[in-house]
């Protein structure tokens, strides 16, 4: 059996009037993140950590921000196909531990969809998905409600 970890971040700007979709569900708030695709950070910081842990370099590499046919694209999409690259490689994720990093909504109240919602996707159970949520305490471009960034540690195994 072997074993192996990896890491993800991801970051995206805050405007106002934008959708802001985030660990796959739609939240309502005044204001989005902004990206290529639906700039879910908190799926591209999985999609990193998977990729990373498998040693299949990175997000960017595998769906490009200047793709045209990945413009506004659903993240869960990415999350599935990232899931196909592992299971190409013959690994399976055992469990992901998370933070979403955001100043305003507060999310402890919408963390269980966002599981219910990954562990769909990801053909696991919510149980083996941990996401956490922090503010900055109002200091920097996530205090200041500028930008929402997400970490997300993964652990693989191939038997």
């Given at each position: 059996?072997?074993?192996?970890?990896?890491?993800?971040?991801?970051?995206?700007?805050?405007?106002?009037?934008?959708?802001?979709?985030?660990?796959?569900?739609?939240?309502?708030?005044?204001?989005?993140?902004?990206?290529?695709?639906?700039?879910?950070?908190?799926?591209?910081?999985?999609?990193?950590?998977?990729?990373?842990?498998?040693?299949?370099?990175?997000?960017?590499?595998?769906?490009?921000?200047?793709?045209?046919?990945?413009?506004?694209?659903?993240?869960?999409?990415?999350?599935?196909?990232?899931?196909?690259?592992?299971?190409?490689?013959?690994?399976?994720?055992?469990?992901?531990?998370?933070?979403?990093?955001?100043?305003?909504?507060?999310?402890?109240?919408?963390?269980?969809?966002?599981?219910?919602?990954?562990?769909?996707?990801?053909?696991?159970?919510?149980?083996?998905?941990?996401?956490?949520?922090?503010?900055?305490?109002?200091?920097?471009?996530v205090g200041n409600?500028?930008?929402?960034?997400?970490?997300?540690?993964?652990?693989?195994?191939?038997?």
């Amino acid at each position: 059996m072997k074993v192996r970890v990896g890491f993800g971040y991801d970051v995206h700007k805050l405007e106002s009037n934008t959708p802001f979709h985030l660990g796959g569900i739609f939240i309502e708030h005044s204001k989005g993140a902004v990206g290529h695709s639906d700039a879910d950070v908190l799926i591209h910081a999985i999609c990193d950590a998977m990729l990373g842990a498998a040693n299949l370099r990175d997000i960017g590499y595998h769906f490009s921000d200047t793709n045209p046919n990945l413009k506004g694209i659903d993240s869960k999409i990415l999350l599935a196909e990232t899931l196909k690259l592992l299971d190409s490689k013959g690994f399976r994720v055992v469990n992901i531990d998370s933070v979403v990093c955001l100043q305003r909504p507060k999310l402890m109240d919408i963390i269980p969809n966002m599981q219910l919602t990954l562990a769909s996707v990801l053909k696991m159970d919510m149980e083996d998905i941990s996401i956490k949520a922090t503010t900055t305490e109002k200091l920097g471009f996530v205090g200041n409600e500028e930008g929402v960034t997400a970490y997300a540690v993964v652990l693989i195994q191939k038997d």
